[in-house]
Structure formats: C-alpha cells, structure tokens
C-alpha cells in the first residue's frame, strides 16, 4: 500500500491567481495521477505524470493551464493556473501500486475560486 | 477502455445484504473489473478486483458471470458506515494504467 498526502487540504483563491498543489507518497513510484472532482460528480483524470518526462495530459486538458512537476519517485505537484470560478473542485493525486490495477488516492484538495 | 454502467443510487437498511451490478458489454480479453468506494470528503477506496468467476474479500464479494458482461459486487450485512459511492471500473491490470471513472453508484444505508 501507499500512504498519500496532499497540501494545502482547502484553499479559497481569487480569480486570474494560481495555486499549486503538492503530492508526497511514503514510497517511491513510477505513476502519479492527477484528478479532479467536481461536487457531486464523478472523478476527471487530468494527466499522468511520470518520473522525468513529461505529463501526459487527457482530452480538454492543456499544459498551460494545469503545469505539472515530477522532480523525483515520491512527489509531484499540480499548479492550476489563471483560476476561474469553473475551477473550483477537488483535485486528487493517485499512484498505483506495483503489478495491480489498484491504485492508491490522497485526500484531496478543495478549491474555491471567488 | 470498456464503458460501464451501474444505477445512478440504491437505498438499503443496516444487516442487508447489498448488490450492485455493473454492465460492461465491451469489456476485452485482458481487461479485469475493479471496485472503488469513495466516502465524502476523501479519496476513492480499492476495493476488490477480479477477471472471471468468484473473487472474496474480507469486504466484499465479486461475481462475474462467464461471458464477463457484467459483474456484481456483493456487500454483506451492510452498515450505516456503507454508505458511500461505489465505482466500477474495467481495464487492464498490471503495470501502468490509467482509470476512468464512471458515474458510479450512491449507497445510502438507512438505520
């Protein structure tokens, strides 16, 4: 298993700033996911993100409006940029555990954009 | 990766068993059915995950039938702390994969 934390855990931020969000894992991974959910609704994969290459974003999507980093096996951050009120949500990162479809979520972050 | 779909919610009482059935007609040759459980405010939960038959869990049970069209996680004897939203998911297990979540099942288990 893995144990997954994220910060900040809420933030209230201001529309046209950015806020990014980190993710550590008590072990070393090769796949952190990105996700975000909005109230009420199912979760939104964002991108994939692995050691020393570069994220691979999905459908709708884009780099410059969500940056990611994957300095090392253990951490990643997500920056979501130019915020609007549509952006308020949870995002959640994920890695998988090795060998399994199983993977293994953090807490959340709870966005709002005023 | 195969769709799915489950009923959007489900009531039960506390001590009843519950079933949740998940249909996915698409599902390929090397593609298994996971379950996740999400409670408010946290991350979504692994559950149990199976490719064929009867997989058992110390929190639930898996069926999946022969032709693996379906398949129907088995909550026994449920409880108010149940109450949560169930995902099904369908891909292929091992190595890398990326989940895409449906819009999964709302259990609420009633005293």
């Known amino acids: 298993s893995a144990v997954i934390s994220q910060k900040p855990s809420r933030d209230i931020c201001q529309r046209g700033t950015s806020l990014t969000i980190q993710c550590q894992v008590d072990?070393?991974?090769?796949?952190m996911f990105w996700y975000r959910q909005q109230p009420g609704q199912s979760l939104t994969l964002i991108a994939t993100a692995n050691q020393g290459s570069e994220a691979t974003y999905e459908s709708g999507f884009v780099i410059d409006k969500f940056p990611i980093s994957r300095p090392n096996l253990t951490f990643s951050t997500l920056t979501v940029s130019n915020m609007s009120p549509e952006d308020s949500s949870i995002y959640l990162c994920?890695?998988?555990?090795?060998?399994?479809?199983?993977?293994?979520f953090g807490p959340g972050t709870r966005l709002t954009v005023t | 990766l195969a769709k799915t779909t489950q009923p959007i919610s489900m009531d039960s009482y506390e001590g009843q068993e519950v079933n949740i059935t998940c249909s996915h007609n698409n599902i390929a040759t090397n593609d298994y059915i996971t379950w996740y459980q999400q409670f408010p405010s946290q991350g979504p939960r692994f559950i149990i995950q199976?490719?064929?038959t009867k997989v058992t869990n110390e929190v639930a049970s898996l069926f999946i039938p022969a032709d693996r069209k379906s398949s129907t996680l088995s909550l026994p004897r449920v409880s108010l702390s149940d109450t949560a939203v169930y995902y099904c998911?369908?891909?292929?297990?091992?190595?890398?994969?990326?989940?895409?979540f449906g819009a999964g099942t709302r259990l609420a288990v009633h005293p």
């Open positions: 994920s890695v998988e555990s090795g060998g399994a479809n199983e993977q293994y």
């Open positions: 998911l369908v891909g292929i297990s091992g190595g890398y994969n990326k989940l895409i």
């Open positions: 072990s070393q991974v090769t796949m």
């Open positions: 199976g490719y064929k």
